[in-house]
Nanobody
Framework: QVQLVESGGGLVQAGGSLRLSCVAS????????MGWFRQAPGKEREFVAG???????YYADSVKGRFTISRDNAKNTVYLQMNSLKPEDTAVYYC???????????????????WGQGTQVTVSS
């Protein structure tokens, strides 16, 4: 049984930073692609960042240069470092796992099989 648990969300002023964590159990992340998505009230879930099983990273244009996705295989954890936060970054952030062995992940949420419960990020102006 795969479980993903996010943490690290909170309230921060514009220009500030947060680091989100996603701890996985039931699956070794070193052979898995992972993604971060977010969903703001009244909006669809959108892709934020992804990391393939081989460590390649890719980002939504809206966060490129500000956010960094990384993985610690020893801790079976994926991180999302968020800098220079803006009010429009306010959303519930979810991590997701692509269950294909040595998968590439995707910007499309339907590719991912497992999701965390989400963590709220609120950026005040």
């Amino acid at each position: 049984q795969v479980q993903l648990v996010e943490s690290g969300g909170g309230l921060v002023q514009a220009g500030g930073s947060l680091r989100l964590s996603c701890v996985a159990s039931g699956r070794t992340l070193s052979s898995s692609a992972m993604g971060w998505f977010r969903q703001a009230p009244g909006k669809e879930r959108e892709f934020v960042a992804g990391i393939s099983s081989s460590g390649g990273t890719y980002y939504a244009d809206s966060v490129k240069g500000r956010f960094t996705i990384s993985r610690d295989n020893a801790k079976n954890t994926v991180y999302l470092q968020m800098n220079s936060l803006k009010p429009e970054d306010t959303a519930v952030y979810y991590c997701a796992l692509d269950s294909r062995i040595y998968g590439l992940g995707s910007r499309r949420p339907e590719v991912y099989d497992y999701w965390g419960q989400g963590t709220q990020v609120t950026v005040s102006s």
